[in-house]
């Protein structure tokens, strides 16, 4: 079973206060990108996987999906989801995404974010996934870029010429990656890009696009701290089709 | 025109001095990744973009295939390339790969190694060589690795703390990298994974995978310096299908 660090007080805390937390997905940087790789709502049958305090469930069902279903290993994210909207159309569950089983052909969107750096098994989890979608649909999802979790000490360097730079070490070397971050101790798994990509092509998707995140001009402008987001990439998006 | 850096009398002999240069392909450490990605040659119209000395054009031909045209920037390469070899079934030109046009559905495979990370514009590339070829036929390339490039100064560093890293800075911002490799001034085209790889599927070409390259436990074991390479890719290869 996958850590549930955000069922741990100091976590949990913690990340309820963070900005996508408080103003749901205006308060993500990437949601922009990741909204340009949506299909249209209207309609669709939808899952989210890792659906937190529910922000994308309201959203796609907002925007006009018939049925928006919404996992996650954290009931006390769950339990504020709920709590926010009571509605036929939505339902979440309790999944440790590692064992989930979804019904075969019965999606037209599965989306996550920022969920599947937690994972162990990606493989199991595209290939499941992949039967869950209806031929045609689309599987737009985001992580942590392995370039932002690859080092054993991600974190900004300075260079004795004084030079800001990331480091990059052990991107090679997949697996477990441990940060202290909101708390101690969050259990990451680092795979590379191509792992990623060629999971999703072994499972027989489509690539469609991969945005390595970063903010635009306007963006920078308004946020100018933001400017070193475009040093080294935080966020991988990407969008395949069944 | 793209900078003719391997007719530059440092950099070509330079250049001619590296493993891969005398020993050929099974000089290149990547070889044994990128043939795994390469149909049987038999029958084949192969073409090489940046083909250097035909050590793969050679190879092409001698595991089969029909007609095998190597494009290269060097007059000096050529000229090596032309004497190692005089076939019915080769054929090399000088050819600036930015400008270059192939006739329609003539190749069955297009190849290309350490190329286009010189050339500006990739995504008319693609649109060429998707034209270029048959439906259903092969597109095998390597370049540098986006990480490899990225930084303004790209070179192991060490931490105050005593780690060796690499580091990134300016992953985003894509463009002109001019580095000192075999002689000054070597001007090469930065680009991330997804623009590479978003340029290809624009193209109309389906992904089919994505490997950054690092040595087998064998090759370590072999040549216990290349273990650092582990710590970050420097050659990304791609396959993709018209």
Redesign the interface.
Same mark, same amino acid.
């Given at each position: 079973m996958a850590q549930n660090i955000y069922d741990t007080a100091a976590f949990f805390d913690g990340y309820s206060r963070l900005r996508r937390s408080t103003e749901g997905l205006d308060g993500a940087a990437e949601w922009p990108a990741i909204q340009e790789l949506l299909p249209d709502m209207r309609g669709r049958r939808v899952v989210d996987l890792g659906c937190g305090f529910g922000w994308f469930v309201r959203w796609a069902r907002a925007q006009g999906a018939t049925h928006v279903q919404g996992f996650d290993l954290s009931e006390n994210m769950l339990a504020r989801a709920r709590a926010e909207m009571s509605d036929a159309g939505v339902e979440y569950a309790i999944a440790d995404l590692e064992q989930l089983e979804l019904p075969e052909a019965s999606f037209d969107l599965a989306y996550s974010s920022l969920t599947f750096h937690y994972i162990v098994d990606l493989a199991r989890m595209a290939r499941m996934v992949f039967r869950a979608l209806r031929p045609g649909s689309h599987f737009v999802f985001t992580i942590e870029h392995p370039?932002y979790m690859a080092?054993?000490?991600p974190g900004w360097?300075l260079?004795e010429d004084g030079?800001?730079?990331?480091?990059? @070490?052990?991107?090679?070397?997949e697996g477990q990656r441990v940060t202290d971050w909101l708390a101690k101790g969050v259990v990451k798994q680092h795979r590379?890009?191509?792992t990623t990509?060629?999971a999703l092509?072994a499972a027989g998707f489509?690539?469609?696009?991969?945005?390595?995140w970063?903010p635009t001009a306007e963006q920078i402008a308004a946020t100018p701290a933001w400017d070193e987001?475009? @040093?080294?990439?935080m966020i991988l998006i990407i969008s395949a089709q069944r």
């Open positions: 370039i080092s054993a000490q360097i260079t030079r800001k730079t990331w480091p990059i @070490d052990g991107y090679s070397r590379t890009m191509g990509i060629n092509l489509a690539l469609r696009n991969v945005t390595e970063h987001e475009m @040093d080294r990439p």
